[in-house]
């Protein structure tokens, strides 16, 4: 597609749930990034991918956060056991080349809310 | 992490009139870029700013990268109704990593009719 392609779009889990959550990046992008993004709050790193390596993970905030992009594409968030602090916009970015340099594509966002 | 500190949090307006936002921060960047994000959607890049001094246009919006390196500025003249939203600046250290993009915590801009 044109643009990054997030899904779902609206998720509702209760609390202790494992979800997952899709990001397809721009075609072609070899920088992959996911942030959170509290209410009222501008996005907070999470992860960065180049290609399929995790190169940076230090963002996750416990070891319930997982992700993975094994062919260099697509990627996913896992969240396991979920908690309501959790609730929070996921939000996924990519960009050209392999360098990091702020200039990033969002796609919409996965709204998790955990009940 | 580097805090950014962003003002106002909130602008009500009238349209047509003209908005000024700030961003600061207690440590240097490289570079220095403005986002915005409408309701539901994800933060779209709006000018990218990379030399101390730099000002740069894109239409009505006007920002510059401060001399310090340690703030910039946003102006949107002759305000429209589409220009409603949260902007966000965001500052980026290359020494950093991936981590080391830095997003305030946003102006929201209201236009009133």
């Known amino acids: 597609g044109a643009g990054v392609s997030q899904s779902p779009r609206y998720k509702v889990a209760k609390r202790g749930q494992d979800v997952a959550l899709r990001c397809d990046p721009i075609?072609?992008?070899?920088?992959l990034f996911w942030y959170q993004q509290a209410l009222g709050q501008g996005p907070e790193f999470l992860t960065y991918?180049?290609?399929?390596?995790?190169?940076?993970k230090s963002g996750l905030p416990s070891d319930r956060f997982f992700a993975e992009r094994p062919e260099g594409s697509v990627s996913t968030l896992k969240i396991q056991r979920t908690q309501q602090e959790d609730s929070a916009v996921y939000l996924c970015?990519?960009?050209?080349?392999?360098?990091?340099?702020?200039?990033?594509?969002f796609g919409e966002g996965s709204r998790l809310t955990v009940l | 992490g580097q805090q950014l500190n962003q003002s106002p949090q909130s602008m009500f307006i009238q349209e047509g009139e003209d908005v000024s936002m700030n961003c600061t921060s207690s440590?240097?960047?490289?570079?220095w870029l403005w986002y915005k994000q409408d309701p539901g959607e994800g933060p779209v890049l709006l000018i990218a700013?990379?030399?101390?001094?730099e000002l740069t246009s894109n239409g009505r919006l006007t920002a510059q990268f401060g001399i310090t390196r340690k703030d910039s500025f946003l102006n949107i003249s002759a305000s429209i109704p589409s220009d409603v939203g949260i902007y966000f600046c965001?500052?980026?250290?290359?020494?950093?990593?991936?981590?080391?993009?830095?997003f305030g915590k946003g102006t929201h801009l209201i236009i009133q009719p």
């Open positions: 700013l990379y030399k101390a001094g």
């Open positions: 965001a500052g980026f250290y290359s020494g950093g990593g991936a981590d080391g993009l830095t």
């Open positions: 991918f180049q290609n399929e390596a995790q190169l940076d």
């Open positions: 970015a990519s960009s050209t080349g392999t360098g990091v340099t702020g200039e990033l594509f």
């Open positions: 075609s072609g992008h070899v920088s």
């Open positions: 440590s240097i960047f490289n570079t």
